[in-house]
């Protein structure tokens, strides 16, 4: 189906669910409040923050945008995020101002809504069923080629572009393509022109070198008199042994050494967005108390200051003042030597709080401040910095984002003390691979799993 085919879809599925959600809430009020509820100020107020929180929840999930949304499970998946995001959005909405709706209109209104997001979806599967049977919507396609990009291409029309069929593959030398469908071979290249007009294809992937097969050109202008569309799939590896990113100047192809979301600015003022909120409840509703309770805790223990702070390595390696709980003693090396297991500078409050990550609750501070997010890889101190990047070349990468409180390196078990180069390379590695596939759901997911790990406890937090 044609792009702009698609987009209509996803326009007239997110009117459809816009309006539902004003149907359930309008048709809940009147059948409980009849002809009154729109003459009624708090009503008219929770119509309008439900239909945010909806929009804002779509927004955030991607729910019309995923390229696989035609998927009946991966749709139903992404709008049940959806909705419980915005039933939490709108239980915030009235547990902070107290307004006196009447718990069967709320329950009502969670109730039929999700009902009638089950029907739409069943609704919405189905009409895609009938238009790809009535019109012909699903495409059959030959892939040419035995090679790594040949291969993506074959998982992800078996896998993710359920409108598309490979029905032919031409893999002269070297393994057969695997395929979760039945799939005919093709032997001959030459061939390729006949067996496209037998079998109804009408786009073919070639991922060739036409300086290994110069007769592709030739192929390719034969295939559009027959009205077959020919895409050329360069297999970009060869010129660069490494995976690569394709983005677009004007017109004009761009390659990158990976994929970066947070370069996106739209990605960027999400997460800055969310870091705000997120910061500012912990600062309002943790460390506003908190922070007294520790004072007095920290000065009981040992001689010395109540925060630690420490000059770390932040975005674009710029330095920045870091905060924490005191939970060493002091000592002149706490600028140069890493926190062991039984170290003896640790005081007995401090192994606690390291223990179940309450030293690390005041960098949320750092975060309200724009210097650190609430996800990302950890900082360094600047000696480490400095010696740890003469270890492992990538490792300033990792300085393309902002450092977090906690990181996808930190939950996957690559936290504390670095003991060897091995440990160092795969905290880095899992850094790097939170950057080229940060989501905002990946967020939560991190988020979560630190939670998860304080409460049970993690053997390298020392």
């Not at 069967?104 to 919405?124: Q, T």
Request: contains cysteine.
């Amino acid at each position: 189906m044609h792009k702009l085919s698609f987009n209509s879809f996803r326009i007239l599925l997110w009117l459809w669910d816009l309006v539902t959600i004003n149907l359930v809430v309008l048709g809940v009020g009147f059948f409980q409040n009849r002809l009154n509820f729109l003459a009624i100020h708090e009503y008219q107020l929770f119509t309008v923050v439900c239909n945010f929180a909806w929009m804002i929840s779509v927004h955030i999930t991607w729910l019309y945008m995923s390229k696989n949304w035609l998927d009946f499970e991966t749709f139903f998946k992404n709008t049940l995020k959806a909705y419980l995001l915005t039933m939490a959005m709108v239980f915030v909405f009235i547990f902070l101002y107290h307004y006196p709706y009447s718990r069967m209109f709320i329950l009502c209104v969670i109730a039929f809504f999700g009902i009638a997001l089950l029907f739409n979806r069943i609704i919405f599967n189905m009409l895609i069923f009938t238009l790809r049977s009535k019109f012909k919507l699903s495409r059959s396609v030959v892939v040419l080629g035995n090679n790594e990009i040949a291969r993506r291409l074959v998982h992800y029309f078996q896998h993710e572009a359920k409108l598309t069929k490979v029905v032919g593959l031409f893999s002269e030398g070297g393994p057969k393509l695997s395929t979760t469908f039945p799939v005919r071979e093709i032997t001959d290249l030459e061939s390729t022109l006949a067996f496209t007009k037998q079998y109804d294809v009408k786009e073919i992937y070639s991922t060739l070198s036409p300086e290994q097969y110069p007769y592709i050109y030739e192929l390719a202008k034969e295939a559009e008199k027959e009205f077959i569309h020919f895409k050329f799939v360069p297999d970009y590896q060869m010129f660069v042994n490494r995976n690569i990113f394709v983005d677009f100047v004007d017109d004009i192809p761009v390659l990158s050494l990976r994929n970066e979301p947070l370069q996106d600015t739209g990605n960027r003022i999400k997460k800055r967005v969310f870091d705000v909120m997120f910061s500012s409840f912990v600062i309002v509703f943790l460390l506003s108390w908190l922070i007294p309770i520790m004072a007095i805790l920290i000065k009981l223990g040992s001689k010395g200051p109540v925060f630690f702070t420490q000059y770390r390595s932040g975005k674009d390696n710029q330095p920045f003042l870091c905060y924490k709980f005191r939970s060493l003693k002091m000592s002149d090396d706490a600028d140069k030597k890493q926190v062991t297991k039984n170290d003896s500078r640790m005081t007995p409050l401090g192994a606690f709080m390291r223990k179940t990550n309450i030293d690390e609750l005041p960098q949320f501070l750092n975060v309200f401040m724009g210097q650190m997010s609430v996800v990302g890889p950890r900082p360094h101190m600047l000696k480490h910095t400095e010696d740890f990047s003469n270890i492992y070349k990538q490792y300033m990468v990792r300085h393309f984002v902002k450092p977090g409180v906690t990181g996808w390196a930190q939950v996957n078990g690559f936290r504390g003390e670095i003991k060897d180069d091995d440990f160092l390379i795969k905290r880095i590695q899992y850094d790097l691979w939170y950057m080229e596939n940060w989501s905002v759901w990946l967020d939560f997911k991190i988020i979560g799993m630190t939670i998860f790990t304080s409460v049970r406890g993690d053997e390298n937090a020392y």
